[in-house]
């Protein structure tokens, strides 16, 4: 048992029950162990509480009540788990909502396998990564300034710790392109890391629009393997590289010494 993998465990919570039982199969035969379903929010503390899931697949839209209202109360609860919103708007206040209530990741109705599967293989790496740097080790203060610019929490949550081990000093998080772009002005960091599918601006809009004002800002690009293409022109517009998602510690290492200390 000790050499077997362990199984990330897996609720879903949806009032449509095709949508869960397309989620259970697909998942189950990717070897994620799907450990409950949920129509609704009754229960749904008690029920995260009992099952202890690593990764909460969270319909926004229930019938019982709206799936970000589920979101705080996990956090009220301090209860840590994962979570991946499903929803079918494109209104970008509410995806605006949800990015500051904390939420990892998002599956975009109607979803394709290939949607799922990336996302929770991004989310699930990046939590285990974080679970194996409980007491990461402290290196020397470098005094480079940086922000960090994602939609995910768990993203900007690995990418902090990481960075941090190195001796970099965080001096902002962003969460859309906006936010980014005035803690820019505001900070004036030495390196922006720049995630490219944010809300409200995406990062590459908000890429060239720091450029413009701060042209000595270093900005890397965090980017998912599906967006060379858009990692491309981001380099086009000014970007001195980029770190491909999912964060491996010693990848993330070499990339930010070559680009920042090179």
Do not use: W
């Not at 690995?158 to 772009?181: T, Y």
């Not at 086009?236 to 090179?262: H, N």
């Amino acid at each position: 048992m000790d050499n077997q993998k362990v199984a990330t465990k897996i609720l879903i919570v949806d009032d449509n029950k095709s949508i869960r039982t397309v989620l259970c199969v697909m998942l189950r035969d990717e070897g994620y162990e799907v450990v409950g379903e949920l129509s609704g929010g009754e229960n749904f503390i008690s029920t995260v509480e009992r099952l202890r899931p690593n990764i909460i697949c969270l319909d926004q839209d229930l019938p019982d009540t709206n799936g970000l209202v589920l979101l705080r109360q996990l956090h009220e609860k301090k209860i840590q788990v994962a979570v991946v919103m499903i929803t079918g708007t494109t209104d970008p206040a509410i995806q605006k909502e949800a990015v500051e209530s904390g939420v990892d990741g998002f599956l975009k109705k109607p979803f394709n396998q290939t949607q799922v599967l990336n996302e929770l293989k991004l989310v699930d790496h990046a939590r285990k990564l974080l679970d194996g740097y409980t007491n990461p080790r402290n290196s020397d203060a470098t005094g480079v300034n940086v922000l960090l610019a994602d939609d995910s929490s768990i993203m900007r949550d690995v990418l902090n710790i990481i960075l941090k081990g190195m001796g970099l000093n965080i001096v902002g998080e962003a969460r859309d392109g906006n936010e980014v772009i005035s803690l820019a002005s505001q900070f004036k960091p030495q390196a922006i890391f720049l995630d490219l599918n944010m809300p409200n601006m995406g990062g590459m809009e908000a890429l060239e629009k720091i450029k413009k004002v701060h042209p000595d800002i270093q900005v890397i690009i965090v980017s998912a393997h599906s967006e060379r293409d858009k990692v491309r022109r981001a380099v086009e517009l000014g970007a001195c590289g980029f770190i491909i998602k999912p964060y491996e510690s010693k990848q993330v290492v070499d990339t930010v010494r070559k680009l920042l200390f090179g």
